[in-house]
Nanobody
């Protein structure tokens, strides 16, 4: 069983930055971030394996950076150059299989989410 607690969401102006954190209790080979905007399906943002291989959706590549600190049992998502279309609820997710990607099928456990709003 893996428990996940996100933090760090908030409101920011376009072009600004936010850093999300996710406290992870339990082992997970693959950790990831997903997001869901109102009226839209949940989509994968980024994922990182226990071997530090990272995966990004095209729409965030070059702007967002995923990282994990295994000593602190924490997952991060550094978000730079934020756009209004990045506004969504962001979810931390964990998967225990030895495959990792931004596909939902890789993940078994989900956090409650943290809201990110990008608006002027």
């Amino acid at each position: 069983q893996v428990q996940l607690v996100e933090s760090g969401g908030g409101s920011v102006q376009p072009g600004g930055s936010l850093k999300l954190s996710c406290e992870v209790s339990g082992y997970a080979y693959c950790l990831g971030w997903f997001r869901q905007a109102p009226g839209q399906e949940r989509e994968g943002v980024a994922a990182i394996s226990a071997r530090d291989s990272s995966y990004y959706a095209d729409f965030v590549r070059g702007r967002f950076t995923i990282s994990r600190d295994n000593a602190k049992n924490t997952l991060y998502l550094q978000m730079n150059s934020l756009k209004p279309e990045d506004t969504a609820m962001y979810y931390c997710a964990a998967g225990q299989s030895n495959r990792c990607s931004t596909s939902e099928q890789r993940f078994n456990y989900w956090g409650q989410g943290t809201q990110v709003t990008v608006s002027s």
